[in-house]
């Protein structure tokens, strides 16, 4: 079996987020623990996807994009704090989005090839929904927060940061694959997307232990 | 076609480049909102520290005044008329015989004695005044000075009163106390005119007297314009202010104004 080595940091990240569990919990991040078991399973298998005598592995990338968007959203809603209005909203916009990308799924760009559509929607959910969160942290808490030590700010900056290239070149996707747009022999995806990942990641882990040593900050609302 | 490409390539990593940098903007500037925002949490703590500071100095000074008004109220009036029912007492016992006048006499010099300790204790219990309007404890106030002889104090009020906070309905009374003692000990005035205007937004207290007058700038100046420099300072205190209009020989206008809230 072959690990990428940006997957190293996606395992890390998942230990380090069992480890931290309790931190975790108490931040209303614990949703995080199911979703990092998501993105493992689907990196193992799509990069060792010939292992099982698959041609491609689109399949299981599409199969990821359905499944973990829920986590996604709702790790947003978590780190929103919505009032009751605006969590009636805020899961209108999410189901709908979540109804778009399947019906993408299965109707209109399918599961053998990549869901472009559905990742530049997701994406530029997760850009808003992190803004937002960047937002309310700064604008609403009364208090001057020390960023570096806010583990809600560097989870959404840097899914606001990693949104916005995945964006581009997930979007472009079929176009860079079709028209084999290159980057030091690697195509754009294969040069770009494992480094986004490993710092996206690592950021997590660091996220994940402000969240283990600040726990009692979040054990009251905001 | 590989220069076609290297366009393409370019344009994309252009764009992202791009993104990127409006992302990190985005960062910089809530960075930069997050610290003004400190900035100003911290002036405002300090502004609210110096505001306490300012109270607790306030509330000192009154209590500090406040015991030299029971001092001097005990000994001018209470101790006197206590002194006159023990002469009168005297003067029965060298008589060595029960004169019903006297009797009479001592009685009202007592009685006399009850209701000023009586009025004495309630102009000072800022729980009292807490629970009375602001007019009726400036018209009780009145009514204890009158009641004493030195002086003649009369009062107006225009429109009704609103709600007004304990703290500045204290501080407001307090301020109105201490102009009003100040005429009585300095002025030597025989007419005293309080006026209390309830306007929409403010109270308009004036308080005017026929005495010598002053220059006020020059005793603001003095160590001894103390007293007239608490008036305005709790008057800001609470938000309004305070004007001291006098001329040596004209009398003395004393002017508050003070928001509801």
Known sequence: ?222 | MQNAKDQVLFTIIAVIIILLFLGVLFLVMLFYYNNKKGQMSKEKQLMRATFDKQLLESKLEIQEQTFGMISQEIHDNVGQILSLAKVQLGIMEQKQSVDGELITNVKESISLAMTELRDIAKSLSSERLQQLSLQDSITQEIRRINRSGFIKVSSDVQGVEKNIPDQHKLIAFRIVQEGLQNIIKHAGASDVKVSIRYLDDCIFITIFDNGIGFDPETELKKREGLGLQNILSRATLVGGKANIMSKPGEGTTLQIQMAYA
């Not at chain 1, 799509?46 to 986590?71: D, E, H, M, Q």
């Not at chain 1, 559509?117 to 992190?130: C, N, P, R």
């Not at chain 1, 583990?151 to 964006?167: D, E, Q």
Request: with cysteine; hydrophobic share 55%; aromatic share 18%.
């Open chain 1, 1 to 222: 079996m072959h690990i990428a080595w940006f997957e190293y940091f996606q395992i890390i990240s998942f230990f380090v987020a069992i480890y931290c569990w309790k931190g975790l919990k108490a931040c209303s991040l614990l949703a995080f623990i199911p979703l990092l078991v998501i993105v493992n399973i689907t990196e193992l298998t799509g990069i060792n996807f010939r292992a099982f005598g698959w041609s491609s592995n689109y399949f299981i990338y599409n199969l990821y994009l359905l499944v973990s968007t829920p986590f996604f959203f709702y790790l947003a809603g978590k780190m929103l704090f919505l009032t009751k209005k605006e969590t009636i909203i805020f899961y209108i916009v999410c189901i709908l989005c979540m109804i778009l990308v399947f019906v993408n799924f299965a109707f209109i760009q399918g599961s053998r090839q990549l869901n472009t559509f559905s990742v530049g929607l997701i994406e530029i959910m997760i850009i808003v929904f992190s803004g937002l969160c960047l937002v309310r942290l700064t604008v609403f808490d009364q208090h001057e927060l020390n960023f570096m030590k806010e583990p809600y700010f560097w989870i959404n900056s840097l899914n606001l940061l990693s949104g916005l290239i995945t964006l581009v070149v997930l979007g472009l996707q079929s176009y860079i694959m079709i028209n084999q747009i290159e980057i030091a022999n690697k195509t754009l995806y294969h040069a770009i997307l494992p480094a986004i990942n490993a710092i996206v990641y690592a950021g997590y882990s660091y996220a994940f232990i402000l969240c283990r040593t600040q726990k009692t900050r979040y054990s009251s609302p905001l």
